[in-house]
């Protein structure tokens, strides 16, 4: 799986957009870009995942380069909940690539 | 609710003993693993299972073992052999299938294990 690059930490203030950033340089075609989110002492929480567009659910969207080698996870309107450590991952699909390599992530602190 | 359910929440183990660390999904999932972290640090995975009766050795296997009976079961067990198990042990499951192990993982609460 292609490595990825993370800032160690970021802050936001709250009911601000927190864009969080992603480099995965050597991402090849047929690997997805996965992002998730752990608050302390809990499960990681899946947010969203794509190969080459752009995709958006109720949790976050996700923007990708269009030679995919970043990505940008956005929170539209970050709360005091949205505090965690944030992961982002490249997978292969199909039958291989069964782990995630979760790495040290980002840790967003949101602000009042 | 469909999800998944980990057990004991906090677990002690003496030297020389062997827990048994529950892991539960309701989600009709095939494919289920077990992660173990460590204070600072990523996940990683310790045992997969694609199918009922089917596992595999993931990075860190030495001293776990894992039976897969059921569908959605997935129990692990720290042995004695396990010389380091203070940790944070993670439990997760996806659809998997043929053409599915692009599908998100889903993950438990975890299960924190201590030495006495």
């Known amino acids: 799986d292609a490595k990825t690059t993370q800032p160690t930490s970021m802050d936001c203030a709250e009911g601000r957009a927190a864009n969080l950033p992603c480099n995965h340089s050597?991402?090849?075609?047929?690997?997805?870009v996965y992002w998730y989110r752990q608050i302390h002492s809990q499960g990681p929480q899946y947010i969203i995942h794509?190969?080459?567009n752009n995709e958006t659910n109720e949790m976050a969207s996700l923007i990708i380069t269009e030679d995919r080698k970043s990505s940008t996870l956005i929170l539209p309107h970050a709360t005091l909940r949205d505090t965690a450590v944030y992961y982002c991952?490249?997978?292969?699909?199909?039958?291989?690539?069964?782990?995630?390599?979760f790495g040290k992530g980002t840790s967003l602190l949101v602000t009042p | 609710d469909g999800g998944i359910t980990q057990s004991p929440k906090y677990l002690f183990r003496k030297e020389g003993q062997n827990v048994t660390l529950s892991c539960e999904q309701n989600?009709?999932?095939?494919?289920m693993y077990w992660y173990r972290q460590d204070p600072g640090q990523g996940l990683r995975l310790i045992y997969y299972?694609?199918?009922?009766?089917?596992?595999q050795k993931g990075d860190i296997a030495e001293g776990y073992s894992v039976s897969r009976e059921k569908k959605e079961s997935f129990p692990l067990t720290v042995t004695s052999a396990q010389k380091n198990p203070t940790a944070f042990y993670l439990c997760?499951?996806?659809?998997?299938?043929?053409?599915?192990?692009?599908?998100?993982?889903?993950f438990g609460d975890g299960t924190r294990l201590s030495i006495l």
């Open positions: 997760a499951s996806s659809i998997g299938g043929t053409g599915g192990f692009w599908q998100p993982q889903h």
């Open positions: 299972s694609q199918i009922v009766n089917d596992f």
């Open positions: 050597t991402i090849s075609g047929n690997e997805y």
């Open positions: 794509g190969l080459k």
């Open positions: 989600l009709n999932h095939d494919a």
């Open positions: 991952i490249v997978r292969v699909g199909g039958n291989s690539g069964y782990a995630l390599n």
